[in-house]
């Protein structure tokens, strides 16, 4: 695999936020990820097919079910358990959103940029099959992939729409709503080596215009003290931290602690080209690359204020 | 377009699970069924009120899992057949074993005589099994004595 393409904008803009840290967390670029597998919980409990795969792996010890696989491997995503849907080969920090949802089975869920569905299928496990998820996307070609997985892990409680999220409107309100949002991607350079071909702080600062809409849009379709997490696989803070400042300052709602202990992860920024955000942005957790060992993640966790 | 399947064409297709593959008719019972096109899909789903709200707004592009991609002549849905538990699949079955089961998802014809257990009582699709899981669905193709994997859309067309 080539190695990964950094612009020079990109690197001078970690140097800038990282100082000492830049050249590690360049060098994290460089490296593949981890894979790793969560087992389908909504077929079964029994992780003893593992052990027939001829692969050694690591449990994940901040999230059930969830492992890393150790040794080399090909044609991992053909085995007859993958087929039909045991588990899904799923990058850790992109399992952590659901998780932080916390989502029951009694609650009306919205995935407001759902597809490729990877994390609506951990919604709906974490929810046993119960309650309800709407899964949008306004990507026709990804909806497929996403009711193809669906399909595969067992879903049974998943209504999927295609809908633009910055003005969805199915006409109720829902208790949880998870939007992982379109970003520049810059978390995913490790796997896809010419991701940041195309990055530019134009991008980025675009990216942060949709975001803030869909964000908007979906603070409107949340009851009042529902949860909303936020997320990108992204770590400019004009996608992350100022992204969650305008929901604080503007859109009525407050950050909430993410309690998952083990979780190799920092707060969010204060403080950025010199900007400030409010103090409610530290609660939201940044997954760096040189430190967790993931990809490059951002969560935080809001709740709209009654 | 995704609307509510009239009730007249749910009877008829839960009976057909009924008398095909033995399904106890009462685990529908918690299930919407929809149709879009001759694809029936059903949602399970303590919201159902919810889900009729958004079906009637045309928003829908699927949901819950499809149990018929063509429900005309009872084309069973493979990945939708993934719902059922093994000993809820009382008839026209065949359990595989791993060679098989792979065979079965490289889209190969399976010779019956190589199928040590198995309950196939007449021509038509069966449901495949493998461990504790039903992988899928098959063509019993009786005059050739072989199953057919029904894995039009899984193998070739999404992944």
């Given at each position: 695999m080539p190695k990964p393409y950094l612009p020079k904008e990109f690197k001078e803009k970690y140097e800038r936020l990282l100082g000492d840290e830049s050249s590690a967390f360049f060098e994290s670029c460089m490296t593949k990820p981890a894979k790793s597998l969560i087992i389908n919980r909504l077929k079964t409990d029994d992780y003893g097919f593992l052990k027939e795969l001829e692969t050694s792996f690591e449990k994940v010890r901040y999230i059930d079910n969830t492992f890393f696989i150790k040794s080399e491997v090909s044609g991992f995503g053909n085995l007859i358990e993958q087929n039909i849907g045991l588990f899904q080969m799923?990058?850790?920090?992109?399992?952590?959103?659901?998780?932080?949802?916390?989502?029951?089975?009694?609650d009306i869920v919205l995935d407001l940029t759902a597809a490729p569905g990877n994390k609506t299928a951990v919604l709906a496990q974490l929810m046993g099959n119960r309650?309800?998820?709407?899964?949008?996307d306004i990507d026709k070609s990804r909806l497929n992939t996403l009711i193809f997985t669906l399909k595969k892990q067992g879903v049974t409680n998943t209504v999927v729409t295609c809908q633009n999220g910055i003005n969805f409107n199915p006409g109720f309100l829902f208790n949880r709503i998870l939007l992982d949002a379109p970003c520049s991607c810059e978390g995913?350079?490790?796997?896809?080596?010419?991701?940041?071909?195309?990055?530019?702080?134009?991008?980025v600062k675009s990216k942060a215009i949709v975001q803030k809409r869909l964000l908007s849009n979906a603070v409107?379709?949340?009851?009042?003290?529902?949860?909303?997490?936020?997320?990108t696989c992204t770590l400019s803070p004009e996608e992350d931290e100022e992204v969650i400042d305008y929901a604080v300052t503007e859109l009525h709602c407050r950050t909430e602690e993410i309690r998952l202990p083990g979780?190799?992860?920092?707060n969010g920024l204060l403080e950025y080209?010199?900007?400030?955000?409010?103090?409610?942005?530290?609660?939201?957790?940044?997954?760096?690359p040189h430190k967790s060992g993931t990809e490059g993640f951002f969560i935080c966790k809001l709740k709209k204020e009654a | 377009m995704v609307r509510v399947l009239d009730f007249k064409t749910r009877e008829k297709l839960v009976n057909h699970a009924h008398s095909r593959y033995g399904i106890d008719k009462s685990f529908f019972e918690n299930y919407l069924f929809a149709i879009s096109g001759a694809s029936v899909s059903m949602i399970c789903s303590d919201k159902k009120d919810k889900v009729i709200q958004l079906l009637r707004s045309g928003l829908v592009r699927s949901i819950g899992i499809e149990l018929f991609s063509d429900y005309r002549d009872y084309t069973p849905s493979s990945l939708g057949f993934g719902v059922f538990k093994p000993c809820q699949i009382k008839t026209n079955f065949a359990i595989l074993d791993r060679g098989l089961a792979q065979a079965y998802f490289n889209d190969k014809e399976i010779q019956v005589?190589?199928?040590?257990?198995?309950?196939l009582l007449s021509a038509g699709y069966v449901a495949c099994i493998y461990c504790n899981y039903?992988?899928?669905?098959?063509?019993?193709?009786?005059e050739r004595e072989v199953l057919v994997p029904n894995l039009t859309y899984v193998n070739k067309k999404i992944k």
């Open positions: 799923q990058e850790v920090s992109s399992i952590l959103p659901a998780i932080v949802l916390d989502p029951k089975p009694s309650g309800l998820i709407i899964a949008n995913m350079v490790r796997k896809k080596p010419d991701l940041l071909r195309d990055w530019s702080e134009a991008l409107s379709l949340l009851k009042d003290d529902g949860v909303l997490v936020y997320s979780v190799p992860s920092s080209n010199h900007k400030r955000y409010c103090p409610d942005v530290s609660r939201a957790m940044r997954l760096w | 005589k190589e199928v040590k257990d198995k309950k039903v992988i899928g669905t098959a063509r019993y193709d009786k």
